[in-house]
């Protein structure tokens, strides 16, 4: 069999592969000694045409009884077909026919299975305007390639770290053909790479990966008509279980690699310059470069929304990462005759945006602004170096940002404030150490620390930005954004499921509770109380409104459901009130899940990402229920504060101990005496709160939990039943802490 020569490097890279970790590893496992819950592994396809109908198979552990499928757009219905018997490591896939009405808005949904154990955690479901087609195997040589349509898009895997995919595809001369190979933004554990070459002398076109996160993206004039391939792969070729899935399209649509200003005022019209591929009306700029390809470049005017609550949203339905998952913006695509462009985010700003003129490369040469305003500039060559000049009055107060990984950008951005007469620095940005979460959310991030700048005297004053790999590259990509502005003390909310490790979504059972997490950006020293709760609830689940304390960034949120609650699976919301500059103001919560399964005993920070949807399940009957009896209790910081704690017992056969821990207690409390263990006949007890005399005075959520091993059986008549363990937090009580 004649073996294409590009496919000869493999043998090199399965050297290398040899040394490299291999991911396969650290599949996710069925989760051992607990309650089942679905846990959803793989789609495929990994989306579907817009006014189509096609059939999805998805693949996890624990979906016995599939009962449906729930999108993040409700317009979106499925039917169940069949569902398989699981594998050895109890893997098991189901099938469902998917209608996508025309008017899907095109991008990425969260799609989850739910069943008897509840709902899963989400999967990327992509919502596209062109035809969609399946891998089929063997496509692992040239001579095996998969025949597919130009303008087309194909869902496959690589199912072993030697798996090559080959497509073909026939073209003519002078089309600009893009190739994107979406992983990483889809929730796959793909290091994707992909190639193009003609089959005319297998003249080699283009080969890219990591264009952004583990996603790979090229494009290449076609040199003449005729028939070209592509191939896709697992870079180092050490890669490759169902997990590895990938979202392949070949076409002449539009591509966005920036949009310039990517800040843009409330209400205002922007000018905005669009660089890319394929852009309608575009003509190329031979000074914007990416991957060595020429990008071209189209001026379009937008009118930005005022709208004072989408001010407060982010309407963006590509991946957004913890790191920015506190920014408020919106999407924008361009469109030609082969369909539309990926989406591009576009940020508010909270002053007057000013563009970096890119004559201010020296102190010199420094472009003049006023403050207050929002700076939108790019290192668009090696060695560059932004400089702007202003004038600032004694005691003024700035809060300086800086922006560039969070917007997209391959930037790693450095900022400094100086003194323009003299050149003394008098600030050079630092790196962001602190995290929202060390494992569970994690938000640390290459931009710099935000800086509260108080003007030490009147006078002129420079600032400088560059990146930290200024010296090595540089272009149309590498944007960013600088606000220097007085402090506007805001919040944002996200919310996910309990779990710190695991794909998750919440289910409450009758007679019991669930919590989520909620975590808080605190933005422009903000320090304030929050008020939170649910809303969208189902009959028999209530959520009593539950406090932020001043100052806290993260906090749980308990829902209760009712013994006679009826099974229901949806999404709900989660808001935040506050009071800012004497009005109160709410703020949605921003869902959010882990991608993949880490072992909780390495403390490996998780894989996560923004949702489209915040999920919750209600199911058959919990095996007890922990409550604190009390609603709102007060004390003195540095006093004791007894607490009632009451255990019920559903289940007839669940006879065993339950140990009681705090899972949110006010800062510097704890419980005396350390866990409490609930003993059969002994299902109420007394506990002690223990303030500290440091303990800042405020008002708290308390929430305990309790952790039992329960007698479980899949089969409710079965004789026998293994323990498995279970947690579950009890209800919520406020704490006020008084000032001794």
């Known amino acids: 069999m004649r073996r294409h020569p590009l496919a000869v490097v493999a043998l090199l890279f399965l050297l290398l592969g040899s040394l490299a970790l291999d991911e396969s590893a650290a599949q996710p496992q069925p989760a051992t000694g607990s309650l089942p819950q679905p846990r959803l592994l793989s789609v495929l396809p990994t989306g579907g045409k817009a006014g189509d109908t096609t059939e999805v198979a998805l693949s996890g552990i624990d979906m016995d009884d599939p009962q449906g499928l729930v999108f993040s757009h409700p317009g979106i219905k499925a039917e169940f077909i069949d569902i398989g018997k699981p594998d050895a490591k109890k893997t098991a896939t189901a099938r469902f026919k998917v209608t996508i009405p025309a008017d899907t808005p095109i991008g990425t949904h969260d799609i989850r299975i739910y069943n008897r154990w509840g709902a899963s955690n989400p999967r990327a479901f992509v919502v596209g305007d062109l035809p969609e087609t399946l891998e089929k195997e063997p496509n692992n040589d040239v001579e095996q390639a998969q025949r597919i349509e130009l303008n087309s898009a194909v869902s496959g895997t690589i199912g072993a770290p030697t798996d090559v995919d080959y497509y073909g595809f026939t073209g003519k001369k002078g089309q600009r053909v893009v190739v994107s190979c979406l992983a990483s933004s889809i929730d796959s554990r793909l290091h994707a790479a992909v190639q193009l070459y003609a089959v ?84 190329a700029d031979a000074s914007a470069v990416v991957d060595g390809r020429t990008l071209e470049k189209m001026t379009v005017t937008l009118n930005v929304p005022n709208d004072p609550q989408a001010l407060a949203r982010l309407a963006f339905r590509g991946p957004i990462a913890p790191q920015a998952s506190a920014l408020d913006g919106f999407e924008y695509r361009v469109r030609n005759a082969a369909g539309a462009s990926n989406p591009f985010l576009l940020t508010y700003a909270h002053a007057p945006v000013v563009l970096d003129n890119e004559a201010n490369d020296t102190a010199d040469t420094a472009q003049e602004i006023a403050l207050p305003c929002e700076i939108a500039g790019r290192i668009e060559k090696k060695r560059d170096r932004d400089w702007y000049r202003f004038t600032a009055k004694k005691g003024d107060v700035y809060g300086v940002e800086a922006f560039g990984e969070r917007l997209g950008s391959p930037l790693n951005l450095v900022f400094s404030v100086r003194d323009a007469g003299s050149g003394k620095v008098l600030y050079e940005s630092t790196d962001v150490t602190e995290t929202l979460s060390p494992v569970q959310f994690v938000t640390r991030t290459d931009d710099p620390l935000r800086y509260r700048w108080v003007v030490p005297a009147d006078g002129k004053y420079h600032l400088m930005v560059t990146s930290r790999e ?69 009959d028999g689940v ?38 800012l500059d004497g009005e109160k103001v709410v703020r949605e919560a921003r869902p959010a899940s882990i991608t993949w399964l880490q072992p909780p005993q390495l403390n490996t920070p998780a894989v996560c990402r923004l949702d489209y949807s915040l999920a919750l399940a209600v199911r058959e009957q919990a095996p007890f229920a922990l409550t604190i009896m009390a609603e709102k209790m007060e004390i003195k910081a540095g006093e004791k504060l007894p607490l009632t704690v009451k255990l019920d017992r559903h289940w007839a056969d669940f006879k065993g101990n339950v140990q009681v821990t705090a899972l949110s207690l006010p800062p510097n409390t704890n419980l005396a005496g350390g866990p409490i263990t609930l003993a059969p006949g002994k299902d109420e007890t007394k506990v002690t709160l223990d303030t500290k005399p440091n303990t800042l005075p405020g008002t708290y959520t308390v929430v305990l939990r309790g952790q039992a091993s329960i007698p479980f059986a899949r089969d409710p008549s079965a004789k026998t039943k293994a323990n498995v363990t279970m947690t579950q937090p009890s209800g919520a009580i406020t704490v006020t802490v008084l000032a001794k």
């Open 200 to 283: 005319k002398d297998s003249a080699f076109l283009a080969f890219n990966r990591d264009y952004r996160g583990h996603d790979a993206l090229l494009d290449a004039v076609l040199p003449e008509d005729g028939d070209y391939y592509v191939r896709v792969f697992a870079f180092t070729y050490s890669q490759g279980t169902a997990e590895h899935f990938y979202r392949l399209t070949v076409s002449t649509a539009p591509w966005i690699d920036a949009v310039y200003p990517p800040v843009v005022e409330p209400g205002k019209a922007a000018k905005l310059t669009v660089y890319g591929r394929n852009l309608p009306e575009g003509k």
């Open 470 to 538: 200024a010296f090595l590259q540089g272009g149309p990509r590498h944007i960013y954004r600088v606000r220097m502005a007085p402090e506007r003390p805001d919040f944002r909310l996200v919310v996910m499921p309990l779990s710190a490790n695991s794909p998750d979504a919440c289910v409450v059972r009758q007679g019991g509770h669930q919590a989520y997490t909620v975590f808080v950006w605190r933005q422009d020293g903000f320090n304030g109380d929050i008020t939170i709760q649910a809303e969208g609830l189902p």
């Open 542 to 579: 209530t959520c009593p409104s539950q406090t932020i304390a001043a100052g806290a960034r993260q906090a749980v949120l308990v829902v209760a459901a009712a013994t006679d609650a009826p099974d229901w699976t949806g999404s709900i919301r989660v808001t935040g009130a506050a009071t």
